[in-house]
């Protein structure tokens, strides 16, 4: 089903039919539909090779697209899909790897915008696996999109709604197997965007991880009339605080692109736990962020004044 509106039953094939047939016969129960929007940035969708990161960490999204994998004994995390239909690309990339997709357990995401998260809903139900997300970011998942705060009237769902199993804030733990994550709430971008932190052994070696979400500033922001997000303004400035306060042996990001990932990684590389380290890039891209967060202010301050 690739119309602009699809319905979503929650099954497909045969038994859709079959189930759609029960629900049609019911008052509305749990079909949802949304507004499937175009994709038109090519590198959200071209396959990428799944690699190893350091550790237990994966490389599992598309070319722009980044989503992680932590294995565990107990099973695994998965932090972000890509946008509609990538949970079929993560199951190849997990088993290229040698895991399997059904051992997904938890599953985060760092920001609820549909490059995101837009396939959560579909690989929960595959695999079983319970979302957690920060508590801010929690109406827009099980909304499909609609609050986001640049629409304050509704946008209408732009991608299937997903509940959330937990609702986290920032310093909370995820657990599982021997792995611990740490949730830091870096809002601006998203109201409830998250970094996490963690460590993952090597070679006899600890390496501290962290998966940031950089403070990019998308179209359609305005950090100084935001009504769905007044404080939004603030909120940017102290992510960026704290993020120029953390550090790790290793980071990644939301995008390839947020990471210099092409720069550092290319297909056929052989596995190597330096690859991703780069600690004076992390604050020189923290600060890029920060910079371009800075003259959009100074320009709407200016305006404002006029
Ligand atoms: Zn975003
Ligand atoms: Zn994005």
Do not use: C
């Amino acid at each position: 089903m690739r119309g602009a509106i699809e319905l979503f039953t929650g099954r497909s094939g045969r038994a859709a039919v079959a189930l759609a047939t029960v629900l049609l016969a019911l008052p509305a129960v749990s079909q949802v539909s949304f507004e499937r929007r175009p994709v038109t940035n090519e590198a959200w969708l071209e396959p990428f090779p799944a690699h190893r990161v350091v550790g237990d960490v994966y490389y599992v999204g598309t070319y722009d697209l980044a989503a992680f994998l932590i294995t565990t004994p107990a099973g695994h995390i998965l932090i972000n899909t890509g946008v509609y239909d990538s949970a079929d690309m993560i199951r190849t990339s997990v088993e290229s790897l040698g895991f399997e997709f059904d051992d997904i357990e938890i599953l985060l995401t760092t920001q609820a915008h549909w490059d995101h998260v837009a396939d959560l809903a579909e690989i929960k139900r595959r695999t079983g696996a319970r979302l957690f997300a920060h508590e801010d970011d929690v109406p827009v998942l099980e909304d499909g999109g609609n609050s986001d705060f640049r629409f304050p009237e509704g946008r209408g769902a732009i991608f299937e709604p997903v509940s959330v199993d937990r609702a986290l804030q920032h310093g909370d733990t995820i657990e599982l197997g021997d792995t611990v994550l740490t949730l830091h709430h870096h809002p601006g971008h998203t109201k409830g965007a998250s970094s996490f932190t963690f460590d993952t052994e090597d070679g006899g070696r600890t390496y501290s991880v962290l998966v940031v979400n950089m403070g990019s500033v998308n179209n359609g922001v305005e950090l100084l009339n935001m009504p769905g997000y007044p404080e939004i303004a603030e909120d940017y400035a102290a992510t960026f605080a704290a993020q120029k306060d953390l550090s790790a042996d290793v980071w990644v990001s939301s995008h390839g692109r947020h990471y210099d990932l092409y720069d550092k990684f290319m297909p056929g590389d052989s596995y190597d736990p330096q690859r991703f380290a780069d600690p004076e890039g992390y604050i020189a891209k923290i600060e890029e962020y920060e910079q371009l967060y800075l003259r959009q202010l100074a320009t709407e301050r200016a305006q404002q004044a006029r």
